[in-house]
C-alpha cells in the first residue's frame, strides 16, 4: 500500500507502549527491557516478525511510526428490495468467514460465507441470514427456505441460528468445522453462553452451555463475545464483555464511571470452557490510562491469530461523558463514534497498544463522514484472509454516532457493509525520519538452520534498506556487516531476499542469538521473516 494511504505520526518513536496486563493497572511497558519469547529454529520458520510487535524495538534512533489503514475497496452486498428483504434493514454486521479447504456436497464451493443480521421495519423482529462467495467479491444469497419460514412467505435465505464463522482450530473435528456462540436470556439471574457446531455452516447442532455466571457479576456479554484458537496453547479462548471500573477493577456495571473491556477463559475443547477460571486481561483504562472524560468503551474484540501471534482490531466506543451525576440513561444519550483500533500480543494475554496508534482508525470513515463522527465496525473473519498481497478486512458503516439516533427512526435507519483491504502485514511500519538515516536494532533472536531472511518494506526512490547482525554483546558479526549488506533500493516489496556479499544463506549463523540492525534510508520496514533456504 502506497504510503500516501497511511495515517502517518512524525514524532519520533519512543519504545514504550501500553501494555494490557492482567495484573499490572495504567502500566506504561518500556520497550527496551521487554523480553522476546525465544523460539525454537522450527518455530522461527514461518513466523513474520511484525513492526507492529513493540518487543522488537530493542534500539530505535531517526524512527517514526507509520500507522497502517485499511482503504476502501466496494460494497459487501446490498439488499434486495424486490424479494422477501424489502420490509428489512440491516442490524447487525455479523461475521464474514473464510473456509481455506473448499468441499463439495450438499452446498456449492463457496469458501467465502457472511452472516448477517436484519431488523423488520414491520414489526421489529430480528433473524440472521447467510451469503456466500467464490471470490469475496461476488456474493450470492442461496435460497435456504423455499416455502418461506415464520419470518416471511417468500422464499429466503434465512438461518435459524445466530452468525456463524470458521472454527480457527485446524484439528477440529468434522462436527466443528463451523461454529455459532450466542446469548440467551432465558433467566435473567444469570449471564450465559451457548455455542453450536456445524459440519458445513448451515445446520448447527443444539446449543452447548460455555458460560454461565450470575447477573450480580460483572459481565456484560452485549456484544464482543468470541471464540478464537491459541495454537501454542492448543486451547480455545472464550472473550467475553466485561465491565471495569475506572480503576480497573471488575465491577457490576450500570453505572456511569464503569467502562466496558474483556475477560477470557481458556479450555481445550469447547465444553470445557464452561468451568475454565475468568482471566480479566481487556481493560479499557490500560488502553486510555486513565479515563476521565470519555467513555472508551471495548465493542467488538476481533482477535484472530497472525504467523504466530495475535492480532485485535477492537471497535472502541469513543463518547464524552461530561455529566457524571446523570443518570445511566441519560449517559448512554451521550453520542460519540464506533472505530476499529489496533492491538497486539504475543500470546494473547498480554496486549499492547502503541501510543501512536490511540485514536487512530484503521479504517477510512472519513470517505463516507469527512468529520468522522459516525460508526464503523470491523468486521470479526476468521481467519484473516491474505489474498494478492491484501489483507482483507470487512467493515460496516453507520450514518450517525452511536448512541445517537440523529433524529432517525430506527425504520429508517440502516447500515451498509463493506470490503477493506491492508498491504499483508501493514498493521505498523518502522520508516526513516524524513531526511535521516533511520536505525531499528532487535532484541537477539535464534536464526534458525538452513535459513534465508525475506523483509516486507517499500523502498522510495533513492533510499536503501541494509541489515546487520550483531552479536548479543552489540558487535557486528563478520562477513554480515552493514558494509557486507546488498542494499534494497526503490520498490515495493512483500518478501525482499536478504543477501550480504552476494550470499542470502545464514548458514553460518544457524542457531545462535543475533540482533538485527536495519538501516532505513526513505524507507518503510513493515516485517521480516525466516524462510527456508532455496540452495
Not at 442490524?91 to 468441499?103: K, L
Not at 491469530?305 to 443518570?327: E, M
Not at 533510499?463 to 554483546?473: F, T
Request: proline share 7%; hydrophobic share 35%.
Amino acid at each position: 500500500m502506497p504510503l500516501s494511504r497511511m495515517i502517518v505520526f512524525m514524532r519520533p518513536v519512543t519504545a514504550t507502549a501500553v501494555c494490557l496486563s492482567t495484573c499490572i493497572l495504567f502500566l506504561v511497558a518500556s520497550c527496551t527491557s521487554a523480553s522476546v519469547p525465544e523460539r525454537t529454529s522450527d518455530q522461527a520458520i514461518g513466523i513474520r516478525y511484525l513492526a507492529a510487535d513493540p518487543t522488537l524495538r530493542a534500539e530505535m534512533t531517526n524512527t517514526r511510526i507509520v500507522v497502517g489503514q485499511a482503504t476502501y475497496a466496494g460494497p459487501l452486498v446490498t439488499l434486495d428490495k424486490a424479494n422477501c428483504e424489502k420490509d428489512w434493514y440491516f442490524r447487525n454486521h455479523g461475521q464474514v468467514s473464510y473456509d481455506p479447504t473448499v468441499y463439495s456436497g450438499q452446498y456449492p464451493k463457496h469458501p467465502w460465507r457472511w452472516w448477517y443480521m436484519l431488523k423488520s421495519r414491520v414489526d421489529g423482529s430480528i433473524c440472521w441470514s447467510y451469503a456466500e462467495s467464490s471470490d469475496g467479491i461476488r456474493w450470492k444469497k442461496p435460497v435456504l427456505n423455499p416455502k418461506g419460514d415464520s419470518h416471511t412467505p417468500e422464499p429466503n435465505n434465512i438461518v435459524h441460528h445466530d452468525t456463524g464463522y470458521f472454527n480457527p482450530n485446524p484439528n477440529a473435528l468434522s462436527y466443528e468445522r463451523y461454529l455459532c456462540l450466542s446469548r440467551h436470556s432465558d433467566d435473567p439471574t444469570f449471564h450465559r453462553l451457548y455455542v453450536q457446531t456445524s459440519p458445513d455452516g448451515i445446520n448447527f447442532s443444539a446449543p452447548v452451555l460455555v458460560f454461565n455466571e450470575p447477573s450480580t457479576k460483572a459481565y456484560a456479554l452485549d456484544g464482543g463475545n468470541q471464540i478464537y484458537w491459541d495454537a501454542a496453547e492448543r486451547k480455545y479462548v472464550l472473550t467475553v464483555r466485561y465491565w471495569y471500573n475506572a480503576s480497573g477493577s471488575p465491577a457490576p456495571g450500570a453505572g456511569t464511571t464503569e467502562y466496558r473491556g474483556g475477560a477470557t477463559k481458556r479450555s481445550a475443547t469447547i465444553k470445557g470452557l464452561l468451568n475454565a477460571p475468568l482471566e480479566y486481561n481487556l481493560k479499557p483504562n490500560l488502553l486510555y490510562s486513565p479515563i476521565t472524560e470519555n467513555c472508551d468503551d471495548i465493542y467488538m474484540t476481533n482477535i484472530v491469530a497472525y504467523h504466530g501471534q495475535f492480532i485485535a482490531t477492537p471497535n472502541v466506543f469513543h463518547a464524552p461523558r461530561d455529566n457524571h451525576n446523570s443518570s445511566w440513561t441519560e449517559t448512554l444519550g451521550i453520542s460519540g463514534p464506533i472505530y476499529p483500533q489496533l492491538l497486539y500480543s504475543r500470546d494473547s494475554r498480554t496486549w499492547f497498544a502503541d501510543p501512536e496508534t490511540k485514536g487512530a482508525s484503521l479504517i477510512a470513515l472519513t470517505r463516507h463522514n469527512p468529520n468522522f463522527e459516525a460508526d464503523g465496525d470491523m468486521i470479526f473473519m476468521e481467519p484473516l484472509v491474505e489474498q494478492g498481497g491484501k489483507l482483507w478486512f470487512f467493515y460496516s458503516y453507520r450514518d450517525f454516532p452511536h448512541n445517537s439516533y440523529g433524529g432517525k427512526d430506527e425504520k429508517t435507519r440502516s447500515m451498509t457493509t463493506y470490503i477493506t483491504q491492508m498491504r499483508v502485514d501493514g498493521f505498523i511500519a518502522i520508516a526513516d525520519q524524513p531526511g535521516q538515516v533511520g536505525i531499528w536494532t532487535t532484541p537477539a533472536l535464534q536464526v534458525p538452520a538452513n535459513a534465508e531472511l525475506r523483509l516486507n518494506t517499500v523502498v522510495a526512490a533513492g533510499g536503501s534498506v541494509k541489515v546487520e547482525m550483531l552479536d548479543p554483546s552489540g558487535t557486528p558479526i563478520a562477513r554480515y556487516t552493514v558494509k557486507d549488506s546488498v542494499a534494497i533500493k526503490k520498490g515495493d516489496y512483500l518478501a525482499a531476499k536478504l543477501s550480504w556479499r552476494g550470499s542470502r544463506s545464514l548458514k553460518g549463523l544457524a542457531g545462535r542469538s543475533v540482533k538485527f540492525r536495519f538501516t532505513l534510508k526513505s524507507a518503510s520496514l513493515y516485517s521480516f521473516e525466516f524462510v527456508k533456504s532455496t540452495k
